[in-house]
Antibody, heavy 121, light 108 residues
Framework: EVQLLESGGGLVQPGGSLRLSCAASAFTFSNYPMAWVRQAPGKGLEWVSAISHTGGSPYYADSVKGRFTISRDNSKNTLYLQMNSLRAEDTAVYYC??????????????WGQGTLVTVSS | EIVLTQSPGTLSLSPGERATLSCRASQSVSGSYLAWYQQKPGQSPRLLIYDTSSRATGIPDRFSGSGSGTDFTLTISRLEPEDFAVYYCQQYGSSPRTFGQGTEVEIK
């Protein structure tokens, strides 16, 4: 069974940094694009960032562009999200998700269990 | 960016009843590239439907999706106790990929 296990969340002050990790197992990680999606407390889902299966072509939501960096290490089956200059509005559960579909038209399946990031002083 | 509006916000129904959830897009969804997800409290979202009407692996056939252009529907033919949850639509036909705000299906 495909598993995605996020880690690295926690409490951070505004302006601080965190790096999230997502360890993947039970599928050929290097064959699939991956993404991060977040959910603020009690709110809906927001796509944050995605990356191709090779690690090229990263792209970002406007709300995080210039502050967040997505990357992956296919030798370690791990996806990362480096988050800098964090703001209160970045407080959310961050999910990693495997992308599936055809060409550039991809949905998210499955999702990890999420890791909570809280930005507060 | 395509804005997805889901209605109603909350649907109060009894087990065994039919649920009809709507997802309306601010502009046409390319290729009918629309998915539906189910999320239960404290859990991550689970894919139900992709490409408007294709059921994901392991999803019971009481779940069905339909629509095109700007109007899409998720139908649950007969609600089971485990179906009470929040449902999100998501379009992936254009960038950025966007989600609706969700419809909660609650027990009446």
């Amino acid at each position: 069974e495909v598993q995605l296990l996020e880690s690295g969340g926690g409490l951070v002050q505004p302006g601080g940094s965190l790096r999230l990790s997502c360890a993947a197992s039970a599928f050929t990680f290097s064959n699939y694009p991956m993404a991060w999606v977040r959910q603020a407390p009690g709110k809906g889902l927001e796509w944050v960032s995605a990356i191709s299966h090779t690690g090229g072509s990263p792209y970002y939501a406007d709300s995080v562009k210039g502050r967040f960096t997505i990357s992956r290490d296919n030798s370690k089956n791990t996806l990362y999200l480096q988050m800098n200059s964090l703001r209160a509005e970045d407080t959310a559960v961050y999910y990693c998700a495997k992308e599936y579909g055809s060409g550039s038209y991809r949905w998210f399946d499955p999702w990890g269990q999420g890791t909570l990031v809280t930005v507060s002083s | 960016e395509i804005v997805l509006t889901q209605s109603p916000g909350t649907l109060s129904l009894s087990p065994g009843e039919r649920a009809t959830l709507s997802c309306r897009a601010s502009q046409s969804v390319s290729g009918s590239y629309l998915a539906w997800y189910q999320q239960k409290p404290g859990q991550s979202p689970r894919l139900l439907i992709y490409d408007t009407s294709s059921r994901a692996t392991g999803i019971p056939d009481r779940f069905s999706g339909s629509g095109s252009g700007t109007d899409f529907t998720l139908t649950i033919s007969r609600l089971e106790p485990e179906d009470f949850a929040v449902y999100y639509c998501q379009q992936y036909g254009s960038s950025p990929r966007t989600f609706g705000q969700g419809t909660e299906v609650e027990i009446k």
